[in-house]
DNA sequence: AATATTTTTTAGACAAGTCTAAATTTTTTA
DNA sequence: TAAAAAATTTAGACTTGTCTAAAAAATATT
């Protein structure tokens, strides 16, 4: 087995492989708060277990056993947060820590079992699909409102930002997954945007536009 | 918080504590299947932590935080126990390798909901008690069959070895918590026993005889 | 009580994962 | 395209938790 450390330089690495398909050292360093000078150790580590391909100031990718990993990680960071959310009732921007922790629970029997106990989530709180036990989910087709013109509308489907900040956020506006809204405008100063979600109206900056995704 | 390490051997520390009042750095070592001289190190920084009490050669106790925090595991790691039998139908020789690890996720409002959302049990799947969020269970009155004379008898509540194989032996005989025995009759060569379970009869060893308890 | 045995501790070493500072490579810019 | 800047790697060090071998203390034995 990989150790903590070892899944969560995966599990970054994989997440900054589906914006960029090399990944470079500082990225990573970024991503998991660490230097990269210790980014550069670890790399090796991964690379002699043949989890990524590696070639000195060349940036990273997967290989096919480190993606299954990775996959596998996210697969059951997904299902806990499923689970605590309707299981144990907490609030969409409570779960994500928790679930960085139980993420790394190693039997794979139990999350097939917590998977079924649950009958077979397909996404996770925040609109993330959940990977099945042989690793496979839809890629979701989802674009940031930012990309909407006026009069257009969509639903609320996910978020590109996780952080507890943004979601309690959008909780307070009632932007929140299956949602409709639609713009009524755009500024053009700051391209921020008024929305209708329901009854109301939501004035949002530009910043949330782009991290807030609805389906396509 | 406390590191990984540091949880382990509080937990055993509070374990041994209950047979010996002082424990010794080999009993330790004996149980976290590591060397004396790494609990003599382990000991050090515990005792600097000041969550045990601890002379040179003189063994060891728990302080009243450190009991707090070994208490505070096994809450956890009862409580997951019985999640995993009862709610995702493991068998009770499964569930505790799974705890080990999951009794180290640290949110205490997690397990609190967790204790909630099973409606609060009182006893694990091996027939322990699951202290509350105080820290507080009955120490269970319990004792082994090998107490008993022929005639008497007594009922299943709990195990004194956590081991897969005896809890597989245990089920393989019908001798499960809750189930009432008898002693029909002692074998004076080996002191093993014949018991009357429900329609049947078994015959178990003084060995297993001494590891499973009745109430009293 | 003196010696032998067992238990425990100390000393020194190692692996994992991290860091800072310096060196090297790559990329950008003038 | 050569110098400057940025990114990356190397070198050496530190912490945590572990180990083996040797020393010291406690306990048991004769």
Redesign the pocket.
């Known amino acids: 087995m ?5 899944e ?2 995966l599990k970054a690495i994989y997440h900054l492989s589906l914006n960029d398909s090399n990944v ?4 990573i ?1 970024a991503a ?14 991964l690379s002699d277990k043949a989890l990524i391909n ?6 990273v990718t997967l290989t096919e056993s480190g993606e299954k990993v990775a996959v596998h990680i996210i697969r059951k960071h997904r299902l806990w947060e499923y689970f605590l959310l309707e299981k144990l009732d907490f609030k969409w921007d409570e779960v994500h820590e928790m679930a960085e922790e139980m993420e790394h629970i190693s039997s794979v029997e139990l999350i097939d079992r917590l998977d079924k106990f649950m009958d077979y989530p397909r996404y996770d709180p925040h609109g993330d699909p959940i990977p099945d036990r042989d690793g496979n989910f839809k890629k979701h087709e989802l674009k940031p409102i930012a990309v909407l013109q006026v009069n257009e509308s969509g639903v609320i489907s996910g978020v590109r930002d996780h952080s507890a900040p943004f979601l309690q956020y959008l909780e307070k506006q009632n932007l929140t997954i299956g949602k409709k809204i639609k713009v009524i405008e755009i500024i053009d100063y700051d391209h921020s945007m008024i929305l209708q979600v329901e009854q109301n109206q939501t004035h949002i900056s530009r910043e949330v536009a782009k991290n807030l995704l609805i389906a396509i």
């Open positions: 990989n150790t903590l450390a070892e969560n330089y470079s050292t500082n990225q360093a998991l708060n660490t230097k990269a000078a210790s980014v550069t150790d670890m790399l090796k580590k590696y070639a000195k100031y060349q940036g």
